[in-house]
């Protein structure tokens, strides 16, 4: 009977030591980014905001700590499921964050499913994302909550005609379809729908035959980071002289490169979910703590998704104390999340586990001798209009 206590006792004991260093321990947030490539300004939009948010609300949650590792995928699928699948199984990471490229997030989704890790998409933004694991949180924006927005402007603004220019991927198709379903309805017609390769793209035959083609516009979704390009080329044909306006989602006006892209820039019309100029005292607080910390770096969409990805796992985590109760308690815990972003109020839809927020409608101006996205009209709480179920 004694043994039997002691044993008992000890058992006991060696299950508090194991709760207690379980205490101990630092919840890990692996973020997989794209720091080196085509996308590094994503990764570096992302890390920079995930820092300031950590700055700013420190490093223990629940009394926990919390330990962020950042990851470079390159801008490679395969390397981004080997990095998650290290993390979760070597670093036992509790959330994994991120990704810079839709094939990124879709090629990780499966490692999210299978160890039920909650998975924070923070910057990629083909609707169909939400639906590769049950376990993914989005953050960023889907291009269909966008391009919808510029398929009602468009027409009421003497837009008549137009070419769509996109990325070949999901991002860009998104944006393709979305954009010419709204427009069509309102009586718009897209006369050609061209598409450029994703990796190293050369838009010059393309641009050229879109000016022949003379719409009244040319719409256009590229990924972050390859809007100068395309604007450069646009300007380069003259293209704006011989009266084809230039209009699309704004990650082709993007915060990040809009100021070395020049005033050719002026008046071009964009749908999107952040401005660096957006109104609020939120905003202007965010904007200015990040070009602090950042050798006045202005923080662009991009930035936003990763800051707000911070909040969305701080708040799981408090909420579950600390992460009790593991990767369901702490999905369940994102789910429903309302708060004011500096974009704006934002909502996580419990059901979709998908982003509902303000889509701007913006026109680039000259404030203070740079140049923003002004935002000029808001369509509020918008779900995103690409989910198939
Ligand atoms: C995606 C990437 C981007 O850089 C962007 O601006 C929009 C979407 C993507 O791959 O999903």
């Known amino acids: 009977m004694k043994t039997l206590l002691n044993l008992r006792a000890l058992v006991l004991a060696l299950g508090m030591a194991a709760v207690s260093v379980h205490a101990q321990d630092a919840f890990k947030i692996g973020l997989i980014l794209p720091m080196t490539g085509q996308q590094a300004t994503t990764g570096k939009q992302i890390e920079a905001a995930a820092r300031l948010f950590m700055a700013q609300n420190g490093d223990k949650v629940a009394g926990r700590k919390v330990e962020l590792i950042i990851k470079d995928d390159g801008g490679i699928p395969d390397a981004a499921k080997r990095i998650a699948q290290e993390l979760v199984v070597n670093d036992k990471v509790g959330v994994l964050g991120g990704f810079g490229l839709t094939p990124l997030a879709l090629a990780t989704a499966p490692i999210a499913t299978q160890s039920k890790t909650p998975m924070v998409v923070m910057a990629a933004a083909t609707s169909i994302i939400t639906e590769a694991s049950p376990y993914i949180v989005r953050t960023s924006f889907t291009l269909a909550q966008?391009?919808?927005?510029?398929?009602?402007?468009?027409?009421?603004?003497?837009i008549k005609r137009v070419v769509t220019l996109v990325s070949d991927y999901g991002p860009g198709i998104d944006a393709e379809r979305f954009f010419k379903e709204r427009f069509l309805l309102n009586s718009g017609q897209v006369i050609e729908s061209l598409r450029v390769p994703l990796r190293n793209p050369d838009f010059a035959p393309f641009l050229q035959k879109v000016r022949d083609l003379k719409p009244d516009a040319l719409f256009v979704f590229v990924p972050s980071g390859a809007g100068a390009?395309?604007?450069?080329?646009?300007?380069?044909?003259?293209?704006?002289?011989?009266?084809?306006?230039?209009?699309?989602?704004?990650?082709?006006?993007?915060?990040d490169q809009l100021n070395d892209m020049g005033e050719g820039t002026l008046?071009?019309?964009?749908?999107?979910?952040?401005?660096?100029?957006?109104?609020?005292?939120?905003?202007?607080?965010?904007?200015?703590a990040f070009k602090k910390a950042n050798k006045g770096m202005r923080p662009n969409f991009m930035a936003v998704g990763g800051y707000d990805g911070m909040r969305v796992i701080y708040e799981a985590l408090k909420n579950t104390k600390g992460g009790q109760g593991g990767g369901d308690a702490l999905l369940a815990a994102m789910k429903g999340q309302i708060f004011e972003s500096p974009r704006g109020q934002i909502f996580i839809d419990a059901q979709t586990?998908?982003?509902?927020?303000?889509?701007?409608?913006?026109?680039?101006?000259?404030?203070d001798g740079e140049l923003y996205n002004v935002e000029f009209d808001v369509i509020k709480e918008v779900k995103d209009p690409g989910k198939t179920k």
């Open 146 to 158: 966008c391009s919808v927005a510029m398929g009602d402007w468009a027409p009421k603004n003497g």
């Open 229 to 255: 390009a395309v604007m450069k080329q646009f300007l380069e044909r003259g293209m704006d002289k011989a009266g084809i306006k230039l209009i699309g989602t704004g990650d082709l006006t993007d915060d």
């Open 267 to 288: 008046g071009v019309v964009t749908s999107h979910h952040y401005s660096a100029m957006h109104p609020s005292v939120v905003n202007k607080k965010f904007v200015e």
């Open 353 to 367: 586990r998908d982003i509902v927020q303000n889509i701007y409608l913006r026109r680039v101006e000259k404030k």
